[in-house]
């Protein structure tokens, strides 16, 4: 791969847009790092709530940032989410998780933590971010960006058939909502919306399988 090496992947879109399966599969394939940015919102979420932290509260939310503590860590070939060394992936993964998440990203504080982390986490390259700002905000310098987006109702349908696969009890329409009800929050916050960065390679997976658009995420690769 040569100088292929360390280039710098950055992957945004909606929630159910496959950017994860993907960003964890292109790493896989590339050999390199993977980092889900929405685990991080979600476990800050996770902390806030524990720690009974009001999210309006700037100084409250400060003073939690500032003592946050998220790390990634590989077991048994899965990336797991620790938060003051604790494994929460699971627990992150709770529908209303999603929610606070979604609440406590349009926060500033909070926004500065995660993003001085990530690029930290991902300056010497070699790594698939996956997110909402990555080649917006976090590495406007990305050596590749894309975009991945499918329907909204192509959308709901994975991520209920995600949810119900782990035993949880889901109505399809409930799902939509919520995705629709996230969806809209993060693409209209003041700070660091979703968007399409101008120079991202779009691609709609709503007909296609992942296999599909791994191969065409490559190809784009490839041209590098
Ligand atoms: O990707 P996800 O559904 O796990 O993300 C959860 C929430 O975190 C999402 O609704 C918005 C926020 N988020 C963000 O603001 N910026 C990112 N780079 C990633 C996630």
Same mark, same amino acid.
């Given at each position: 791969?040569?100088?292929?090496?360390?280039?710098?992947?950055?992957?945004?879109?909606?929630?159910?847009?496959?950017?994860?399966?993907?960003?964890?599969?292109?790493?896989?394939?590339?050999?390199?790092?993977?980092?889900?940015?929405?685990?991080?919102?979600?476990? @800050? @979420?996770?902390?806030?709530?524990?720690?009974?932290?009001?999210?309006?509260?700037?100084?409250?939310?400060?003073?939690?940032?500032?003592?946050?503590?998220?790390?990634?860590?590989?077991?048994?070939?899965?990336?797991?989410?620790?938060?003051?060394?604790?494994?929460?992936?699971?627990?992150?993964?709770?529908?209303?998780?999603?929610?606070? @998440?979604?609440?406590?990203?349009?926060?500033?504080?909070?926004?500065?933590?995660?993003?001085?982390?990530?690029?930290?986490?991902?300056?010497?390259?070699?790594?698939?971010?996956?997110?909402?700002?990555?080649?917006?905000?976090?590495?406007?310098?990305?050596?590749?960006?894309?975009?991945?987006?499918?329907?909204?109702?192509?959308?709901?349908?994975?991520?209920?058939?995600?949810?119900?696969?782990?035993?949880?009890?889901?109505?399809?329409?409930?799902?939509?909502?919520?995705?629709?009800?996230?969806?809209?929050?993060?693409?209209?916050?003041?700070?660091?919306?979703?968007?399409?960065?101008?120079?991202?390679?779009?691609?709609?997976?709503?007909?296609?399988?992942?296999?599909?658009?791994?191969?065409?995420?490559?190809?784009?690769?490839?041209?590098?």
């Amino acid at each position: 791969m040569g100088q292929m090496d360390r280039l710098i992947i950055a992957i945004d879109g909606p929630s159910g847009s496959g950017k994860s399966t993907l960003a964890r599969l292109l790493s896989e394939r590339l050999g390199y790092l993977y980092l889900d940015t929405g685990a991080m919102y979600r476990a @800050a @979420a996770l902390g806030a709530r524990k720690a009974g932290i009001d999210i309006d509260d700037n100084q409250a939310l400060a003073k939690f940032c500032s003592e946050l503590d998220i790390c990634f860590m590989v077991e048994e070939g899965a990336v797991k989410t620790l938060l003051k060394g604790e494994d929460v992936s699971e627990e992150i993964r709770e529908p209303e998780m999603g929610m606070l @998440a979604s609440a406590i990203s349009a926060r500033p504080p909070v926004r500065e933590k995660m993003v001085e982390l990530q690029r930290r986490m991902g300056e010497r390259g070699g790594v698939v971010l996956e997110g909402r700002d990555i080649g917006t905000v976090v590495f406007p310098r990305a050596d590749l960006k894309f975009y991945l987006d499918a329907s909204l109702a192509e959308r709901a349908q994975r991520r209920g058939k995600e949810l119900s696969e782990k035993g949880k009890k889901v109505e399809l329409k409930e799902v939509m909502e919520e995705i629709k009800e996230r969806d809209h929050k993060d693409r209209s916050r003041d700070l660091a919306p979703l968007k399409k960065a101008d120079e991202a390679i779009v691609i709609d997976s709503t007909d296609k399988g992942i296999q599909e658009v791994l191969e065409e995420m490559l190809g784009y690769l490839i041209q590098k």
